[in-house]
């Protein structure tokens, strides 16, 4: 069973930096893309970030571009989220989704992990 | 980016009854639509990927079907399970994936 669950959330400053991480099983976590989709409180799905299999390919959305950092340890089945110069609109839920081979839609997501920022 | 609107923002249905949600893209997006359903307090589970495969396990009164900018997920036959939000993304414009607004299905 592909299981996705993230840990590392809470309440932070304005400014302040913080590292969500999502550790995978039931699947070979090495072959797999992966992402972090945030969900503010009571709203829309915003994809955040992307890491391909090997870690080659990263993308980020535009409005965490340069604050927030992706990557992936295939040793520990673990993907990381760094957050930086963090802001009260990056409030939400973040959840890890793993891509099926060769498409990019999200067919597994974790239970999500919040992220409030407050000072 | 591609623009994902979804209609209506919220839907009142009856068990038995047939329900269809709407979805159009800003610009044709070849069939690269993914639905989901998002349970209150729960996490976003696929339903329909490449605007008309169902996901393993989905009961098979949903279904997905359209073309170029017009989408729509249809559900036949409303059980209560069914209550829950709905999210359309599409994926074809890599790497810049975007969801359209949500639909949140009641009882009526």
């Known amino acids: 069973e592909v299981q996705l669950v993230e840990s590392g959330g809470g309440l932070v400053q304005p400014g302040r930096s913080l590292k969500l991480s999502c550790v995978a099983s039931?699947?070979?976590?090495?072959?797999?893309?992966m992402n972090w989709i945030r969900q503010a409180p009571g709203k829309g799905l915003e994809w955040v970030a992307y890491?391909?299999?090997?870690?080659?390919?990263?993308y980020y959305a535009e409005t965490v571009k340069g604050r927030f950092t992706i990557s992936r340890d295939n040793a520990k089945n673990t993907l990381y989220l760094q957050m930086t110069s963090l802001r009260s609109e990056d409030t939400a839920l973040y959840y890890c989704a793993r891509h099926p081979p060769s498409s990019y839609y999200f067919d597994y997501w974790g239970q999500g992990v919040m992220v409030t920022v407050s000072s | 980016d591609i623009q994902m609107t979804q209609s209506p923002a919220s839907l009142s249905a009856s068990l038995g009854e047939t329900v269809t949600i709407e979805c159009r893209a800003s610009?044709?997006?070849?069939?690269?639509l993914a639905w989901y359903q998002q349970k209150p307090g729960k996490s976003p589970q696929l339903l329909i990927y490449?605007?008309?495969s169902l996901h393993t396990g989905v009961p098979s009164r949903f279904s997905g079907s359209g073309s170029g900018t017009q989408y729509s997920l249809k559900i036949n036959s409303l059980q209560s399970e069914d209550v829950a939000s709905y999210f359309c993304?599409?994926?074809?414009?890599?790497?810049?994936?975007?969801f359209g607004g949500g639909t949140k299905l009641e009882l009526k």
């Open positions: 610009e044709d997006i070849y069939n690269g």
């Open positions: 039931g699947f070979t976590f090495s072959n797999y893309g």
């Open positions: 890491i391909s299999s090997g870690s080659s390919y990263i």
């Open positions: 490449n605007a008309n």
């Open positions: 993304q599409q994926y074809y414009d890599y790497p810049t994936w975007t």
